[in-house]
């Protein structure tokens, strides 16, 4: 069955600092990628997605992810963080399931915390 | 302005009382469906629905039960909440299971006491 692992719980960094949050999945079988954002006390986001294409996926805020299916990972990349970044970053891999229907599998989320 | 509604945001509640969460969507979405999020735990997922009159478990149902009568409208009920269903609670919707996006609603925080 598919995994989604967020490999950093928490990431800690400075205001126009360059971040990274990890995704690496387990199958590369037929997936969707995504990546949604969590701002305090609402719901969550559309960052950026990959369904096909181009293995660099541009989206909201600056954010971007690169789908690499030989290392099963989409991480998430901004070359220079703002305050209003502070959030949480869940990953989650769309698949095909046994009734030939799709599911999210959602990592268990990255906390960004941008200092001044 | 396309969006799923969740109404309550808050709600404190005592043990066995029963509650309806509503979610309603104006984005003629198929799929709609339930999570919960907790401290560590991430988003899980209660129920989902395809479309009309057609609902499946997510991966945490038990002490939960939806309905799907309308294509906008997929409420939530605890018939008899507890204490460990204390958690913040999201709706969302999408085109066909998430396949190229969701849409969440604002999450209801729900307490039991």
């Known amino acids: 069955a598919q995994s989604v692992t967020q490999l950093d719980s928490q990431v800690p960094v400075f205001e126009e600092a360059p971040v990274e949050l990890r995704c690496n999945y387990s199958?590369?079988?037929?997936?969707?990628l995504f990546w949604y954002v969590q701002y305090p006390n609402q719901g969550l986001q559309l960052l950026l997605k990959?369904?096909?294409?181009s293995t660099l996926v541009k989206g909201i805020n600056g954010f971007e992810a690169e789908f690499n299916k030989s290392q099963t990972s989409f991480h998430l990349r901004k070359p220079s963080v703002h305050i209003s970044d502070t959030a949480e970053y869940f990953c989650a891999v769309s698949e095909l399931n046994a009734g030939n229907n799709r599911k999210l599998i959602w990592g268990l989320g990255t906390s960004l915390a941008v200092n001044p | 302005e396309a969006q799923v509604t969740q109404n309550p945001r808050y709600l404190i509640t005592v043990t066995g009382k029963k509650l309806t969460v509503t979610c309603s969507q104006n984005m003629n979405h198929e799929y709609m469906s339930w999570y919960r999020q907790d401290p560590g735990l991430g988003l899980r997922q209660i129920y989902y629905s395809m479309n009309v009159e057609v609902t499946d478990k997510g991966d945490v149902p038990e002490g939960y039960k939806v309905s799907r009568k309308e294509k906008r409208n997929f409420p939530l009920i605890l018939e008899s909440p507890s204490p460990n269903q204390t958690s913040l609670y999201f709706c969302?919707?999408?085109?066909?299971?998430?396949?190229?996006?969701?849409?969440f609603g604002q999450g209801t925080r729900l307490t039991v006491v």
């Open positions: 199958s590369s079988v037929s997936v969707y």
């Open positions: 969302a919707s999408g085109i066909f299971g998430g396949s190229t996006e969701a849409f």
């Open positions: 990959y369904l096909s294409g």
